[in-house]
């Protein structure tokens, strides 16, 4: 099976800033259901994660943010957020919008 990377963005909506130090687990679906982790990291000072080498298919991406949020002392409704989405050949762009109270995805580029 041909191999894809996965690279994701974190911008803090209520600051206008990226969201540096949000960890993030990519996980692949696996054969017969369920899902495994594939990597771990926390986003950079510019609230990325790239290059995450993976194989096509169905995966998540998870963000904790609210541990993030917490070490902010900010309250949040969203402990945390989980986008699933198709890894296609090639490379995958998923970035998060992100408030305390709100978020938002799409498919970057």
Do not use: K, Q
């Not at 894809?4 to 540096?20: D, F, K, Q, Y």
């Not at 945390?80 to 970035?95: D, K, Q, W």
């Amino acid at each position: 099976m041909n191999e894809c990377t996965v690279s994701s963005h974190v911008l803090n909506a209520v600051e206008g800033r990226p969201a540096a130090g949000v960890r993030l687990t990519l996980l692949r679906e696996r054969e017969g259901g369920g899902y495994e982790p594939v990597r771990s990291d926390v986003t950079d000072a510019d609230g990325r994660v790239s290059g995450w080498a993976t194989v096509p298919g169905r995966h998540r991406l998870r963000f904790d943010t609210g541990a993030w949020f917490a070490a902010r002392g900010i309250a949040t409704f969203y402990p945390e957020v989980e986008i699933a989405f198709t890894a296609a050949e090639g490379h995958s762009h998923v970035p998060l919008l992100l408030s305390p109270f709100a978020y938002s995805t799409y498919r970057g580029s």
